[in-house]
């Protein structure tokens, strides 16, 4: 089974604005990653937390970990039409694969 | 440098065929994934091969299997296609074991084959 649960499942906000979305998983990380998804093609990488480390930034994206709780958030601020994607959360564990969540749909209105 | 080549991009197939399915990784990278994504189970892991050996495999019948190559390359097969086979097959190429390099862990996946069974 997937290691990951995302929420929401699809989040529709206008252009401008701040889009947030949560991860929560099931095991023990190593590190804990982030992927966008165009149109069902290929997932492109976004940003890497290990899980030693508590929130990292990268350009308009802010992730935070939080492994007592199990769960990670991507905020995506000034959000942009071009942002309009489908989100996962990955994991890594021991295993060295990458475990993907279900997904949250993403809808930046112009 | 290249990314990450899948082929084909597309395929139709009839239940009850197999198909072949290619993955040429990022040069120096040795981990191969493969995973299915479907609209109802998302994506799913099928397995990782890492140096010509598979490492870790997910939960799928043994109709699906896979192999690499000394050039890193991959194939997946699936045998005995069923309808609920079609998907996006999606490969994914990284270094290789863990590492705190920068970079190291970020996998890079190709556009996909998507499988069509009828």
């Known amino acids: 089974s997937q290691q990951g649960e995302e929420d929401p499942q699809a989040l529709s906000i206008q252009e401008g604005e701040n889009a947030t979305m949560n991860c929560s998983y099931k095991?023990?990380?190593?590190?804990l990653q982030w992927y966008r998804q165009n149109s069902g093609r290929g997932l492109v990488h976004l940003i890497l937390?290990?899980?030693?480390?508590r929130e990292k930034h990268s350009g308009r994206l802010r992730v935070t970990l939080d492994t007592s709780k199990k769960s990670s958030s991507l905020l995506i601020t000034a959000s942009r039409a071009a942002d309009t994607a489908s989100y996962f959360c990955?994991?890594?564990?021991?295993?060295?694969?990458?475990?993907f969540g279900t997904g949250t749909r993403l809808t930046v209105i112009p | 440098k290249a990314g990450v080549t899948q082929t084909p991009r597309y395929l139709i197939k009839t239940r009850g065929q197999q198909v072949t399915l290619s993955c040429s990784p990022i040069?120096?990278?040795?981990?191969v994934s493969w995973y299915q994504q479907t609209p109802g189970q998302g994506l799913q892991f099928l397995f990782e091969?890492?140096?010509?050996?598979?490492?870790n495999k997910g939960n799928f019948p043994g109709r699906f299997s896979g192999r690499q190559f000394s050039n890193s390359r991959s194939e997946m097969n699936v045998s005995t296609l069923e309808l609920g086979d079609s998907a996006l097959y999606l490969c994914?190429?990284?270094?290789?074991?863990?590492?705190?390099?920068?970079?190291?862990?970020?996998?890079?996946f190709g556009q996909g084959t998507r499988l069509t069974v009828v």
């Open positions: 937390i290990r899980s030693n480390e």
């Open positions: 994914a190429s990284m270094h290789g074991p863990q590492s705190y390099k920068p970079g190291w862990d970020e996998a890079f």
């Open positions: 091969y890492f140096s010509e050996t598979q490492r």
């Open positions: 990955a994991t890594r564990t021991g295993a060295n694969n990458l475990f």
């Open positions: 095991t023990s990380i190593n590190n």
């Open positions: 040069s120096g990278h040795r981990s």
